[in-house]
């Protein structure tokens, strides 16, 4: 395995529920709850947000602080506008930003991808996520936390987000090995997509590994199981990744996982089968009769 320059240490990656709650009241210690659900399971992130999170933590909506030009879900917004969305909740320059969800580890991932491609140098995941921190019996408060406005310098990152261009030149060249995150089922267009109007199935030459096989209850599973299933699912972590999913969310977990074997993130495309799957023009390989 090789380890690139600029990469952070696994143990960076994520902070505990102790270290948290020791740290709550740190004026550089900022904490976003990033829950976000699948239109198709029915819940109100926002709604849970208010009527338990852990105290401090300051909702982001993954929906609302997005490109607004597009009908593409969720993705993501210019540096100016991410700097304005972000300050305006209380998040500024130095701060150390601590990211979780209601899920465990589900999409918090995405916020800790975005907050990377936008400059934040300093950027965790509550290792267990809000059923962990439930679980041990640790305070909850109800509403909305309120931060006074702070200012964040967005720079963007090219090299973290890819587009529909950067995948077909990488699946052409093989200049990066293209890992879809969604269900097997899905990869392979034996079920209709959740999203209506999306064909089925998969790029021509994609990988397949589904997201839930990274995942140990609430948490990222150990080293040696990630590398495991990197192999099984037939790519080299060593060599460049562009993860795609559904819509730019689960791509993220396999960006979070490299980094968690001490390389560098995968980038991740942000379109993902939201756009990919619209396009008549873009090649399609499905199974389905």
Known sequence: MTRESGVKPASDLFVSTQ????????????????SWHMP????????????????????????????????????????DAFSSA???????????AVVYDSVGLFSAPRLWWTLRIFGAADVSILDGGLPKWRTEGRPLET????????????RFDHGLVADSGDVQKALAERSAQVV???????????????????????????????WGELIDGARLKDRAALERRFAA????????????????????????A?????????????GSWAEWGAKADLPVVSEAQ
Do not use: Q
């Not at 270290?19 to 990033?34: E, I």
């Not at 909305?144 to 967005?154: D, K, M, N």
């Not at 490299?258 to 995968?266: D, E, S």
């Open 258 to 270: 490299l980094a968690a074997t001490g390389r560098r993130p995968a980038t991740v495309y942000d």
């Open 233 to 256: 699912a037939g790519f080299d972590p060593d060599r460049p990744v562009i993860a795609s999913c559904g819509s730019g969310m689960t791509a993220a977990i396999l960006s979070l």
């Open 143 to 154: 509403g909305e936390a309120v931060r006074p406005p702070g200012h964040f310098t967005a």
């Open 180 to 210: 879809d995150m969604r269900s097997s089922e899905r990869f392979r267009g034996i079920v209709a997509e959740p999203r209506p109007g999306l064909r089925s199935g998969h790029m021509p030459g994609a990988l397949n590994l589904p």
């Open 86 to 96: 972000v300050g305006e909740l209380g998040f500024g320059d130095g701060m150390r």
């Open 40 to 79: 198709n399971a029915k819940r109100d992130a926002k709604a849970e947000y208010l009527a338990g999170h852990i105290p401090g933590a300051v909702f982001f909506d993954i929906d609302a602080i997005a490109d607004r030009l597009t009908d593409l879900p969720h993705m993501l917004p210019d540096a």
């Open 19 to 34: 270290w948290l709650a020791d740290h709550l009241s740190a004026p550089d210690v900022f904490v976003f709850d990033a």
